[in-house]
C-alpha cells in the first residue's frame, strides 16, 4: 500500500490534521511545528493529542513528518540567527517526543555568501548540539533546489552533513522531487541513474521520506518552484515511474504542491490510480 498524504495545517490540532488526511484518502501528513515564518510553537493540548495518538493507531497512519519554520537557519552568518535555529530545533524535538511515529524534517540553511564549506561546518555543529543519545525522533535533511546560497543541493554535502555528525544513526534524508530536479539531477530522463548515485554516496538506507511535487522550471532551474502535479517540467510519466520504483517501495510520500484540500484530494487518488502495487 502507497504511503501517502500531503501537509496540511496544524491550526485546528492534531486530530484535525488527521481528519484531514482521512478526507483525502490519505495516510500520512506532514505539518509545520509552527508558523513557517518562525514564531513561537503552539502549546499542545493534551485532550487532542491523546485523541490523535489513539485514532492514528487505530486507522494505522504514520509517520508524520514534522517540518522545520523556514526562518531556522543552522548556517546564517548571525549568530543570534544560528542561536535560535537551535533553540526552536531544540523545543521541537521535545514536542516531537510526544508525537509516536513521528519523524523532523529541515532545511540544511543558506550560508549567505560565507562560503559552502562554512556553512556545512555551522550545520554539523547545530546538530552536534541539538541531537540526544537517547532521542528517538530521526532527524530527515532535506535536499535542496540550490536557490541562492542553499546548502545540501548536492548529495555530497548532504552527505558531508552526515559524516560530521556524531549521532549520525539519528539522522535521514527527504527527497524533494522539485528541489532535486531543480538542484540539475534529471529526474525526468535518468531517474535509476539520480537513485543510483544517492545510494553510492549517502546510501539509499537513509532515505526517509519523499516530498512528491512538480517543479515550474526546468532541470538545473535552481528555483524551487512547486507545482500541481502533472503541470510541470516533472511531469505525470516520471512521477508514475518514481512511485512504482521497488527501491523506493514503503518510504512514505508527503505531497507539498500548490492545493487546497481538494486538489490534494485529486492526486493522492490519481496516484492510487497510477500505482501498480498492492
Ligand atoms: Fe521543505
Ligand atoms: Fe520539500
Ligand atoms: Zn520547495
Given at each position: 500500500?502507497?504511503?501517502?498524504?500531503?501537509?496540511?495545517?496544524?491550526?485546528?490540532?492534531?486530530?484535525?490534521?488527521?481528519?484531514?488526511?482521512?478526507y483525502i484518502g490519505g495516510n500520512v501528513f506532514q505539518w509545520?511545528?509552527?508558523?513557517?515564518?518562525?514564531?513561537?510553537?503552539?502549546?499542545?493540548?493534551?485532550?487532542?493529542?491523546?485523541?490523535?495518538?489513539?485514532?492514528?493507531?487505530?486507522?494505522?497512519?504514520?509517520?508524520?513528518?514534522?517540518?522545520?519554520?523556514?526562518?531556522?537557519?543552522?548556517?546564517?552568518?548571525?549568530?543570534?540567527?544560528?542561536?535560535?535555529?537551535?533553540?526552536?530545533?531544540?523545543?521541537?524535538?521535545?514536542?516531537?517526543?510526544?508525537?509516536?511515529?513521528?519523524?523532523?524534517?529541515?532545511?540544511?540553511?543558506?550560508?549567505?555568501?560565507?562560503?559552502?564549506?562554512?556553512g556545512i561546518k555551522y550545520i554539523i555543529d547545530a546538530l552536534?548540539?541539538?541531537?540526544?543519545?537517547?532521542?528517538?525522533?530521526?532527524?530527515?535533511?532535506?535536499?535542496?533546489?540550490?536557490?541562492?546560497?542553499?546548502?545540501?543541493?548536492?548529495?555530497?554535502?548532504?552527505?558531508?552533513?552526515?559524516?560530521?555528525?556524531?549521532?549520525?544513526?539519528?539522522?535521514?534524508?527527504?527527497?524533494?522531487?522539485?528541489?532535486?530536479?531543480?538542484?540539475?539531477?534529471?529526474?525526468?530522463f535518468a531517474f535509476d541513474k539520480v537513485l543510483e548515485e544517492?545510494?553510492?554516496?549517502?546510501?539509499?538506507?537513509?532515505?526517509?521520506?519523499?516530498?512528491?511535487?512538480?517543479?515550474?522550471?526546468?532541470?538545473?532551474?535552481?528555483?524551487?518552484?512547486?507545482?500541481?502535479?502533472?503541470?510541470?517540467?516533472?511531469?505525470?510519466?516520471?512521477?508514475?515511474?518514481?512511485?512504482?520504483?521497488?527501491?523506493?517501495?514503503?518510504?512514505?510520500?508527503?505531497?507539498?504542491?500548490?492545493?487546497?484540500?481538494?486538489?490534494?484530494?485529486?492526486?493522492?487518488?490519481?496516484?492510487?490510480?497510477?500505482?501498480?502495487?498492492?
Amino acid at each position: 500500500m502507497l504511503k501517502i498524504g500531503c501537509h496540511v495545517s496544524s491550526s485546528g490540532g492534531y486530530v484535525s490534521m488527521l481528519n484531514d488526511t482521512k478526507y483525502i484518502g490519505g495516510n500520512v501528513f506532514q505539518w509545520f511545528t509552527r508558523n513557517p515564518r518562525g514564531c513561537q510553537a503552539k502549546e499542545i493540548n493534551e485532550e487532542d493529542l491523546n485523541k490523535f495518538i489513539e485514532l492514528a493507531k487505530e486507522n494505522n497512519f504514520g509517520p508524520f513528518l514534522a517540518h522545520a519554520p523556514y526562518t531556522l537557519n543552522c548556517c546564517s552568518d548571525k549568530e543570534s540567527v544560528r542561536e535560535f535555529a537551535i533553540d526552536v530545533f531544540k523545543q521541537d524535538l521535545k514536542i516531537l517526543k510526544r508525537v509516536p511515529n513521528s519523524m523532523y524534517n529541515f532545511h540544511p540553511g543558506s550560508h549567505v555568501g560565507q562560503g559552502k564549506e562554512i556553512g556545512i561546518k555551522y550545520i554539523i555543529d547545530a546538530l552536534n548540539e541539538v541531537l540526544e543519545e537517547d532521542q528517538e525522533t530521526l532527524v530527515l535533511l532535506e535536499t535542496m533546489a540550490g536557490k541562492g546560497s542553499e546548502v545540501g543541493s548536492s548529495f555530497e554535502e548532504i552527505k558531508e552533513i552526515i559524516d560530521g555528525v556524531k549521532l549520525s544513526h539519528l539522522l535521514g534524508v527527504t527527497l524533494d522531487t522539485c528541489h532535486i530536479h531543480d538542484g540539475g539531477y534529471d529526474i525526468v530522463f535518468a531517474f535509476d541513474k539520480v537513485l543510483e548515485e544517492f545510494d553510492r554516496i549517502i546510501g539509499l538506507d537513509r532515505l526517509k521520506a519523499i516530498h512528491l511535487n512538480d517543479s515550474k522550471n526546468p532541470v538545473g532551474a535552481h528555483k524551487d518552484r512547486h507545482e500541481v502535479l502533472g503541470k510541470g517540467y516533472i511531469g505525470l510519466d516520471a512521477i508514475e515511474y518514481i512511485i512504482n520504483h521497488p527501491k523506493l517501495k514503503g518510504i512514505p510520500i508527503y505531497l507539498e504542491t500548490p492545493n487546497e484540500l481538494d486538489g490534494y484530494k485529486y492526486e493522492v487518488n490519481l496516484l492510487k490510480e497510477l500505482y501498480k502495487g498492492e
